[in-house]
């Protein structure tokens, strides 16, 4: 486990809480994100069920399980969802998903609870103690058809979920992107194949609008910072993808 911390003032800090090098399971390497305001937690996507006790060790470097009033899923994805009965147990938090994975979800052995709550396709916020909020940002069909991202005014990060993701890890590589030119070849792949659609990258696009980014943080692989993540903002936005692709037999064009 190697925690990196993204934000910090007197209030509110962003903590990256990496998952250690090798999956047991094999499978894909995730990102997961720690948000503390005065001393409450907010868990972004907090992973599947293997990862679990690494990140509850990162976390506990900076809070109590208790801490977490809230965990926020971008979407439904194992990679996502899979560790979530024992993030119930540990903690008293809330949890928000897009309200159409709220009828799925306990399908990932959830104890049937009231602390599910469904974000409408529109967004919304979480509201934290002193009035300031983090923005609930639809990011449909990105690639979830129920798909949100969280966008923090006070650390100006983007926690984008699946978009930017790439599929490359490990200790010797560097938990930023600063060229984003030479990063090109790790996710073009993948957003091509998973990403739904450049329709859903424009609708994406203007909602985000221009608040301001310092950072973009994805749900895999190293996170974008300064120019990288402007640059990442105008490779989607010419971006063809998914459902523009598609040809019969289950073929997609180049
Ligand atoms: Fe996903
Ligand atoms: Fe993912």
Redesign the pocket.
């Known amino acids: 486990m190697r925690n990196i911390e993204l934000y910090r003032d007197d209030q509110h800090l962003c903590i990256l809480l990496n998952e250690s090098e090798e999956l047991e399971e094999g499978g ?1 390497h ?1 990102n997961q994100y720690l948000i503390l305001h005065q001393g409450n937690g907010i868990l972004l ?1 907090p992973g599947g069920f293997g990862v679990m006790p690494d990140v509850l060790d990162g976390l506990l470097e900076y809070c109590e399980p208790k801490d977490i009033r809230t965990i926020f899923l971008s979407h439904q ?1 194992p ?2 969802v899979g560790g979530l009965a024992s993030w119930l147990e540990l903690t008293p938090a809330e949890v928000f998903i897009s309200r159409l994975w709220i009828r799925f979800i306990p399908h990932y052995g959830l104890p049937s609870s009231g602390r599910l709550h469904g974000i409408e396709d529109t967004g919304g916020a979480i509201l934290l103690e002193d009035g300031a909020s983090l923005e609930i940002l639809p990011a449909h069909f990105l690639h979830s058809e129920g798909n949100f991202q969280l966008y923090d005014p006070v650390s100006r990060i983007l926690f984008s ?2 978009l930017g ?1 790439s599929e490359i890890s490990g200790r010797e590589l560097s938990p930023f992107v600063d060229d984003f030119a030479t990063h090109i070849s790790n996710i073009e792949g993948f957003h091509r194949r998973y990403m739904a659609s450049q329709r859903a990258i424009a609708a994406w696009l203007a909602t985000l609008g221009d608040r301001p980014i310092d950072l973009i943080a994805p ?2 692989g190293p996170i974008y910072r300064g120019q990288a993540a402007l640059d990442l903002l105008a490779w989607l936005e010419n971006l063809h993808c998914g459902v523009d692709l598609l040809q019969p037999g289950g073929m997609f064009v180049r």
């Open positions: 894909i995730s996507d994805d990679d996502i979920g699946d993701a749900q895999h």
